[in-house]
Structures are given as structure tokens and as C-alpha cells.
DNA sequence: TATTGTTATACTCTATAACTATA
DNA sequence: TATAGTTATAGAGTATAACAATA
């Protein structure tokens, strides 16, 4: 269901409210990506290994944050629908390079055309702060993981830390 | 590991920000929330029954916005960690009343200011802005789930909503 | 007949471990 | 020996279906 309108107990946590949210987006915007065929994730890699340059799937399962398993199920899937190719590199034959193919690419700028659109439906309600209060995502997304008094240990390096994440 | 600096074709998109932020909150909270023995959502549910009175378990999870099912094993766990109680409401004995008990208002009052606090850090690359953000999101949340052409529709029934694909 | 709680089951998503082919 | 990709498997998390008790 999602949203009915949270009781002040539930509306000032920011788990609740970032979950929601995040459910939200998503809920719509696999309604406005259905007519491409293609989901909100799928999407990105299509975006990243068309800006980007011979990415490898370990590359791209990198930049995505996703683990390099999943990445195979996740090309297998944009290769049966025929938009992206897998092709061995000539410098490291291990490695898959992941390219869009022409049709992968119409895909690409019409599903992305749809997913403005959606983004800024969806950010209707914050009106002109909508720009800044993105920004204001991206810096906790990007954000030095703390530094303050009480510690704790930051999300990304730290040697053996052997995060469950993901 | 989350967060590897995204590349400028993740860093504007909004599900990949949503999810990662709740990712990364995640991490942090189970955490802060470690030493309470409790996560986020189970603090959640104790703050609803502390707050309203004689909540009945589809009650809290339609506030919560989890499923009835999932609401059973919520409440086990909660009920062997000693902090709620069911008890059969008097005026319709097929409601299970979740009560909290002594401990479970200490350990409640404990884990919600280590929340706060966690919050706070959170937040803190937002500086003073942070309150208005959290308030913008909640609008999001909150919204009423648009109204311009494409209409959308929530998880649940809608007639003739096209959905070609799956 | 409808609703609350419960159990059993299934499905989605993702991670871990082991295998292969390359390096 | 280490790395990229793959496969098989297992674990969360959550939903659907069916059932008992109660209304």
C-alpha cells in the first residue's frame, strides 16, 4: 500500500521516511518505464556503459554498487531483450565489455525521456526547491561517512571490515 | 561497499540516490541501534504503541506499512525480547492488543535517543538546512500520489492500466 | 459472511562459495 | 597466484493462500 499518511510517530523518522520514499519512486517508475520494457536499474546501466567507455560488467557492477553476480543476471537480461552485447576484450580476454547496440540505445533516450519526466512529476511537491533538495541527496549519498567524536566506522575503506552493505 | 564517489550518470538519479541514502542509513542505524539489540523498525513499532493507546497488530502494521503477516513475526520478536506483550482486547477477542512492558519503554526512551542522535550525524552535511529537508521529504511521502494526466495508480487494483509487459 | 491472527508457502532480491578461463 | 565471469545455492524480506477463532 504505502502511504497513509504516517502518525507523527512514524513522519519524523528519517528510515521510514527514505524507505517510503525510495518505495514510492519505485512503484511509479515502473509504471513509467513498462511501455520501454525495462526497470529503473536496468536503465542505468544502459546509461553508464553508453557514457562511459568499454566498461567491463565488474566495472559496471562497481560504479552501480551491485555485486558482480548479480551483474550477470541483470546483462543476461538487457542482452535477451537485445540491448546491449557482450564482447571479450582484446587486451584482457577475461573481461566482458558491455556495449549498447543501436537499439539499445533508441531505448536508452526514450526510457530516459520517460524518467525526467517521472523525476519531476514526482518532485512536483517540493515546487522550485526541488533542484537544491536533490543536491542535498546527493551530499549525504557522497557524504565522508562522519568523522565526529563518537565514532564508528566508515561505510567504505577500513581493512577487514567485510561489509554485509549492498 | 557503498558509495564509491557515483559517476555524474548516477548522481542525478533519483533511485539510485533514494536507495543508497537508505542504504547508507541502514548501515548507520543498525549500528547506533546495536547496543539496544533492536532495529530500526522494531523501534518504530514501540514508538506506535507508546504513542497511540491499545493498538491492535493490523492497527501497527497498517501504520507501519508492512503486511499483517510480516506484523506476526514482528511481534514474536519483539514478545521474546520481553518488550511487548500481546493480550486479547476485552471489547473484540480477535485483536492481539500489543502492550509495551517496563522494559520495553526503557529500552524504547534508550534506543530513540541513540536515534537522534544518529540522525543528527546523519544529517549533519545539510547544516541548517537539514530540518527544512526532512520536511520536504516527508512531503514526498505524503503526497497525494499525483494527479496530472498520466495519472498513476497504487500497488493495488486499477481498471484498464495498460501494463503490456510482465 | 467478514475480520484478526496465524501458518505454510512462494517469490524476489541479493550475497557467498565454488568452478572456468584467462592473466 | 590472482582476477573476470559464471553457476549453484542460500539467506533475507515480504507477499499470497488457507485455516481457526471470533464477530
Redesign the pocket.
Known amino acids: 500500500?504505502t502511504v497513509p499518511a504516517p502518525p507523527e510517530a512514524l513522519s519524523s523518522r528519517l528510515g521510514y521516511l527514505l524507505?517510503h520514499a525510495y518505495l514510492r519512486l519505485g512503484e511509479e517508475s515502473a509504471e513509467a518505464l513498462a511501455p520501454f520494457e525495462i526497470?529503473g536499474?536496468e536503465l542505468a546501466v544502459l546509461a553508464l556503459v553508453d557514457a562511459h567507455d568499454a566498461l567491463?560488467?565488474?566495472?559496471v557492477?562497481g560504479l552501480l554498487?551491485?555485486?558482480?553476480?548479480?551483474?550477470?543476471?541483470l546483462?543476461?537480461v538487457l542482452e535477451g531483450k537485445g540491448l546491449v552485447e557482450?564482447r571479450r576484450?582484446a587486451?584482457?580476454?577475461?573481461?566482458?565489455?558491455?556495449h549498447l547496440t543501436p537499439s539499445g540505445r533508441t531505448r536508452l533516450q526514450n526510457a530516459e525521456a520517460a524518467r525526467h519526466e517521472l523525476e519531476r512529476r514526482f518532485l512536483a511537491p517540493l515546487g522550485p526547491e526541488a533542484a537544491r533538495w536533490v543536491q542535498a541527496l546527493q551530499s549525504l549519498v557522497t557524504a565522508p561517512a562522519d568523522v565526529s567524536p563518537s565514532s564508528r566506522g566508515s561505510t567504505a575503506a577500513r581493512p577487514g571490515a567485510?561489509?554485509?552493505?549492498?
Do not use: F
Not at 56 to 59: A, K, N, P, R, W
Not at 91 to 98: F, L, P, T
Not at 162 to 166: E, F, L, M
Open positions: 500500500m524507505k526497470d536499474r567491463s560488467q565488474l566495472e557492477a554498487g551491485v555485486d558482480r553476480t548479480t551483474m550477470v543476471a546483462v543476461d557482450r576484450s587486451q584482457d580476454r577475461r573481461k566482458n565489455i558491455v567485510a561489509r554485509p552493505g549492498r
